[in-house]
């Protein structure tokens, strides 16, 4: 009986469909991530070398500009669920740190860019473009999504499958930000 | 407003910048590659830790269907584990 109850309490953020998609993303990042570890082994001064010329405090600042995005829209779920009036502001929130995270890039690869470095200076920067670009095109998705969501969340009629696109949204959004938590720990951080 | 944000979910946030701002400066700071490296393996731990808070508390799979908490646990133990085999491959002998 108990069982039965602790099964019931269970609850899946979203739709299905979300999940496998999350899933098959992580996926494709787990092999992202291993293959430029197995790269990294055969040369290690060169990577050593190539990542002493990434501006940490950029990678630093676009981690807790990611990070408090997840906070404004794991709010904004909590607030939805009970009923409250905060969620387009909350959301609004979350886009504002996401817009900062794509407008900290642009500098970023932009400097790059001007110092002569893209993606065929050496292997470290084939990663790195291809990674932090491949992670960008996710975040203007998360972006369009959010704001799609928002739009939503100021409808005066209620809208009966908003909190469940809202969780499989959200859940897209805390995707990009792990994934990112990730790629700063393996770009800007390793040694 | 600030209400809003009177809650665990602002604690685990609190929690992640905490880690991140520690785990920031560890693996430059060590003089010797011995050390460098074991600040460069606790920076990814911390790293998945964070990640697997992200997973737990933000996208609230501490309450999903034990499938999908499993997958998603064990996607972070075996990247993170894959990822410190390799890095410990590749040191100097």
């Known amino acids: 009986m108990e069982a039965v109850s602790q099964r019931k309490a269970r609850h899946l953020p979203g739709e299905e469909g979300v999940w496998v998609f999350i899933l098959g993303d992580m996926m494709v990042f787990a092999l992202f991530f291993l293959t430029f570890v197995y790269y990294r082994v055969d040369n290690i001064p060169l990577y050593s070398e190539a990542q002493e010329l990434l501006n940490r405090k950029l990678g630093l600042l676009n981690t807790m500009l990611l990070l408090t995005s997840s906070l404004f829209v794991a709010q904004a779920v909590r607030v939805a669920r009970t009923g409250g009036r905060q969620t387009p502001m909350l959301l609004g929130g979350a886009i504002v740190c996401g817009l900062g995270f794509v407008v900290v890039k642009i500098v970023e690869w932009g400097d790059k860019i001007s110092h002569g470095i893209t993606l065929n200076t050496n292997e470290f920067f084939i990663f790195y473009f291809m990674f932090t670009g491949i992670h960008l095109a996710h975040v203007l998705i998360g972006l369009s999504v959010l704001t799609w969501l928002l739009v939503r969340s100021r409808r005066q009629q209620p809208d009966p499958g908003f909190l469940n696109t809202l969780e499989g949204g959200g859940a897209f959004w805390h995707l990009v930000d792990l994934l990112w938590v990730v790629l700063f720990a393996l770009l800007y951080l390793m040694k | ?93």
Not at chain 2, 42 to 66: C, D, Q, S, T, W
Request: hydrophobic residues 60%; charged residues 15%; proline residues 3%.
């Open chain 2, 1 to 93: 407003m600030a209400l809003i944000f009177r809650n665990r979910i602002t604690l685990i946030w609190l929690l992640l910048v905490c880690a991140t701002l520690v785990s920031f400066d560890s693996a430059h700071i060590g003089r010797g590659a011995s050390l460098q490296s074991i600040a460069t393996c606790a920076v990814m731990i911390v790293a998945f830790l964070k990640v697997r808070f992200i997973g737990l508390e933000f996208m609230e799979l501490r309450h999903a269907p034990v499938p999908l908490r499993f997958a998603f646990e064990g996607w972070v133990l075996l990247v993170c584990a894959a990822i410190l085999t390799l890095y410990w491959m590749g040191l100097p002998r």
